[in-house]
């Protein structure tokens, strides 16, 4: 199979390393704006560099779209084909467009990089767009974390749920909320992994440091989101009738802590014996299995795990989320 990137940011690179290591991939072909860039990639891991995003379009089955979030519509699909003028389309390039046009008559199966777009209102109109029979995924790397299927796996009733998303500052974020950039992920496990129906939602923060209380019937669930951080924090709590469930999403490790068999005192301390299972998860670099699976389901012929309307669903909280915050 004949596979494409377009983009070599941090995200494009590592979709290029990864696909030059799937079976069942011939060849990768990238495309950057930045020449340089792609060539010294291209060379790196013996890529073929496209000269246009037309060219790259006739050559692969298959792409990664990992350029910055608001260009994702266009690249994608986001042709407007009926009473829109210029005036009415996003600020992108008429060459992403045609691009575009070529890539949806091809017949090439996308993989979109989260989030799907900028706005749910562009993506509502991407997923008109694309015709049926098409693969079209969106990439939540977080879900092919192999802890999540774990923990889906083992809870039962939980009373509590909190999951943190702690960055420390960094000048690769630009043009989007910690919302969108961050606690996406997490919006994404918490209603397509482990909860779904009616909720109530209240939020604060600012564009850097967001948290999200979602009510699930009884049960809480916090999301926290920060740009801040003097530490890199993925983990998720989970607290149950008789046991809490810990995972580190960096790690890839979960424990599960039982209630105490017995409490004392110990030299006028409290003192408890706890019992502390480590759950044998097998790790796995979660984008090697991401993409992995995208080309399986365009081999099948088969819907990729989160779809675009999963995609749209997600984006539809953070605009709830960020209309609540102080952003």
């Keep these: ?10 995200m494009g690179r590592n979709h290029l390393r990864v696909y030059t290591e799937l079976k069942g991939v011939k060849n990768v072909v990238i495309y950057d704006m930045n020449v340089k860039a792609a060539e010294e990639l291209a060379y790196a891991h013996d890529a073929v560099l496209a000269s246009s995003i037309e060219e790259l379009v006739s050559m692969v089955d298959a792409l ?8 994702h519509g266009a690249v994608a699909g986001q042709v407007i084909r009926e009473g829109a003028g210029k005036e009415h389309r996003p600020q992108f390039s008429e060459s992403m467009y045609r691009a575009t046009e070529q890539a949806i008559q091809k017949g090439v199966h996308l993989l979109i990089e989260k989030p799907i777009c900028a706005t749910v209102a562009e993506a509502k109109k991407l997923v008109a767009a694309i015709p049926e029979g098409l693969t079209v995924g969106v990439g939540h790397i977080e879900r092919f974390n192999p802890i999540i299927d774990e923990i889906a796996r083992m809870v039962e009733k939980p009373l509590y749920v909190e999951m943190k998303r702690h960055n420390p500052a960094s000048a690769r974020v630009s043009g989007s909320s910690v919302v969108e950039d961050l606690m996406i992920h997490d919006i994404d496990i918490v209603l397509h992994k482990l909860f779904s129906g009616p909720y109530n939602l209240s939020c604060a923060g600012t564009s850097e440091i967001a948290g999200a209380l979602f009510q699930f019937d009884s049960t809480p669930v916090y999301l926290s989101a920060s740009r801040k951080s003097s530490k890199k924090i993925r983990m998720i709590y989970i607290e149950e009738e008789d046991r809490t ?4 999403f960096m790690t890839q490790e979960v424990y599960v802590h039982r209630k105490p068999e017995s409490y004392s005192l110990v030299d006028e301390r409290y003192v408890q014996e706890n019992i502390i299972e480590k759950v044998l998860v097998n790790k ?3 984008l090697k299995r991401e993409l992995g699976t995208f080309i399986d389901c365009v081999r099948k012929g088969v819907p990729f795990p989160i779809t675009p309307a999963q995609g749209i669903r997600n984006m539809e909280i953070c605009e709830e989320i960020t209309g609540q915050c102080l952003l």
């Design 1 to 10: 199979m004949e596979v494409g990137v377009i983009g070599v940011g941090a």
């Design 64 to 71: 990664s779209i990992c350029v910055p979030t608001p260009y």
């Design 245 to 248: 469930i810990e995972g580190d």
């Design 284 to 286: 796995t670099e979660p």
